[in-house]
Nanobody, 119 residues
Framework: QVHLVESGGGLVQPGGSLRLSCAAS????????MRWYRQAPGKQRELVAR???????YYADSVKGRFTISRDNAKNTMYLQMNSLTPEDTAVYFC?????????????WGQGTLVTVSS
């Protein structure tokens, strides 16, 4: 089995920073794209950022210049550095990955980590 586990969420004041991590574990042969999504209360899940390989990135307009996605391929871990946080960033953040085991290709989701931006 393959698992994605997020960590790093919590309560932060407006203007503050958080760093989320997403660790993949299990019988992984390779990982292609990794993504961060978020879902705010009453809203649809939205793509926040994506990284393919080690350097090809995409950001939603709402987070450009504030969030940075990165990954450590040796550790099968992805990160999201979030700076200048606003209350509008409050959401459950999910990681997602397209990966390959020895037997098949999979799309896997983590369980989510809550980020609350509030004074």
């Amino acid at each position: 089995q393959v698992h994605l586990v997020e960590s790093g969420g919590g309560l932060v004041q407006p203007g503050g920073s958080l760093r989320l991590s997403c660790a993949a574990s299990g019988s992984i042969f390779s990982i292609n794209a990794m993504r961060w999504y978020r879902q705010a209360p009453g809203k649809q899940r939205e793509l926040v950022a994506r990284i393919i390989g080690g350097s090809t990135t995409y950001y939603a307009d709402s987070v450009k210049g504030r969030f940075t996605i990165s990954r450590d391929n040796a550790k099968n871990t992805m990160y999201l550095q979030m700076n200048s946080l606003t209350p509008e960033d409050t959401a459950v953040y999910f990681c997602n990955a397209d990966l390959r085991t020895l037997e098949r290709y999979l799309e896997v989701w983590g369980q989510g980590t809550l980020v609350t931006v509030s004074s």
